[in-house]
């Protein structure tokens, strides 16, 4: 929760999120909450942007899948069972593919950041941070048991995902938390990041 400066008799910063933050620090207003603990010097990355990474990374994993079953093949199972594997790598790694990068990620112009080390995320990172999609993925991949789960399981944690992007002052989501990565725009420059890491509280401090 943020101070009313309004209600102060004050008017609110102008001007982007990331310099109405460090324009509240500044005048003792209560800091931006955030679910990354030791908060971060990045702000916070555009939401569309990021919502057409991530469905242009799953149309592309779901395209490489598909690509297993144009062929008629006698192991017909065995080819859609690579086609899923195919596709459940592209989603684990991509994020790592050009320093930080993923296909969407390239084309939208953002960039995963290993935040503790201001690096662009790295294969360890991309798996930790795209595990949930990588369930969601599997699970619509195996009929009947695995639509069920997805059902069940996959959409209500996606849901849950893509809360925490829209409602976290950082747009960190659970992937992010494990992972310690944050979604930023690819023009910043890493490891040369705005100093903002004071102006985000952990939940903990709630």
């Known amino acids: 929760m943020t101070l009313d400066l309004a209600a102060e008799g004050r008017p609110p910063p102008a001007g982007p999120p990331v310099f109405r933050q460090v324009a509240a620090l500044k005048s003792g207003a209560a800091p931006v909450r955030s679910a990354r603990r030791e908060g971060s010097p990045y702000p916070k990355a555009g939401l569309l942007a990021r919502v057409v990474a991530r469905a242009t990374d799953l149309a592309l994993a779901s395209a490489v899948s598909y690509l297993f079953l144009l062929p008629s093949h006698d192991e017909g199972a065995r080819f859609a069972a690579a086609g899923v594997l195919a596709g459940l ?3 684990a790694l991509a994020d790592a593919l050009w320093h930080g990068q993923s296909i969407g990620k390239r084309l939208a112009g953002l ?6 080390s201001r690096t662009p995320a790295g294969l360890g990172q991309s798996v930790v941070r795209n595990g949930p999609f990588c369930l969601a993925f599997l699970f619509y991949a195996v009929p009947i048991v695995g639509w069920i789960l997805l059902v069940i399981v996959g959409l209500p944690l996606l849901a ?19 992972a310690d990565t944050q979604v930023v725009d690819a023009k910043v420059v890493v490891g040369d990041a705005v100093p903002l890491a004071s102006a985000v509280a952990p939940l903990s401090q709630r």
């Open 160 to 178: 849950f995902e893509t809360y925490m992007v829209s409602s976290d002052s950082l747009g960190i989501r659970i992937g992010d938390v494990f």
């Open 89 to 91: 790598l592209y989603l």
């Open 111 to 116: 960039r995963v950041v290993h935040v503790p």
